[in-house]
């Protein structure tokens, strides 16, 4: 059986919690997040008009596009408001005060690390800042 293999994109106090941060990785792009101490990676790329989902905020588990506020479970991708769309979500791992993101799909974007330790070449992170929420008793 393969080998799952997780690749390191930054270290935990490099994201701290109510931040995400935009993974690129060659032409694609990643949203982590910190929400609430747990951290979720989902496609960065809005499916409706590619707005940035790594810009959105969330409300209660739910990632809200900045653009035309569709929204996203956070966990799964999945859409409530139309359940045939769905985004792509990651599994993340924390070892060691590090992010580790599972870039298995689909095969000819995998980044090319030669082990889990070492990162791609081609990738890149930016630290955007999630906008409040808007219910105020909602935290990040
Ligand atoms: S671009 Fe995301 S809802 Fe329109």
């Not at 960065?44 to 707005?51: F, L, V």
Request: glycine letters at 8%; a negative charge; hydrophobic letters at 30%.
């Amino acid at each position: 059986m393969e080998k799952v293999k997780y690749t390191k994109v930054m270290k935990c106090d490099d994201l701290e919690i109510g931040k995400s941060a935009i993974i690129s990785v060659g032409e694609k792009e990643i949203a982590l997040f910190n929400y609430k101490g747990e951290y979720y990676a989902i496609e960065n790329t809005c499916p409706h008009r590619g707005a940035p989902l790594g810009e959105g905020r969330i409300e209660e588990g739910i990632l809200i596009c900045p653009n035309h506020e569709w929204r996203f479970e956070l966990k799964t991708g999945w859409c409530p408001q139309n359940p045939e769309l769905h985004t792509e979500t990651y599994p993340v791992k924390v070892h060691e005060g590090k992010i580790y993101v599972r870039l298995e799909k689909p095969k000819d974007q995998i980044a090319a690390g030669s082990s889990p330790t070492a990162l791609p070449a081609d990738l890149k992170v930016n630290v955007p800042t999630i906008l409040k929420p808007r219910n105020p008793d909602e935290e990040l």
